[in-house]
């Protein structure tokens, strides 16, 4: 389930104290500090995306080699458009 992040709304309308809260994506937006019952309003934040990478198997997977083998078609830019480096596409894609 999500992490999210409310802030209580003081009398002024500034933002006060930040908490987060682990909610479904279902439930509706708090609309009061769950201990306190201030006013609060939701966060935006960008999204924390978690994970295990390795940044060589992503460029194995990446490579020309693997992405022909795949069926897929990589262009490079280059001084008069796009030239194919790898894939069964046309050999270049003009600039218009």
């Known amino acids: 389930m999500p992490v999210y992040v409310y ?3 003081r ?3 500034q933002p006060g104290e930040q908490f987060e809260v682990v909610q ?3 439930d509706e ?3 009061t500090h769950p201990e306190t019952g201030e006013p609060v309003r939701r966060v935006i934040q960008s999204p924390m995306v ?3 990478h390795s940044t060589t198997s992503e ?3 990446l490579s020309d080699s693997n992405l022909e083998r795949m069926g897929f078609t990589k262009y490079v830019k280059g001084d008069k458009g796009y030239e ?3 894939g069964d596409g046309p050999d270049r894609i003009a600039r218009e």
């Open 7 to 9: 802030e209580t709304v």
């Open 11 to 13: 009398e002024d309308g």
């Open 24 to 26: 479904s994506m279902k």
């Open 29 to 31: 937006p708090l609309s």
């Open 50 to 52: 978690g994970g295990r």
């Open 59 to 61: 460029k194995a997977k």
């Open 84 to 86: 194919k480096a790898a």
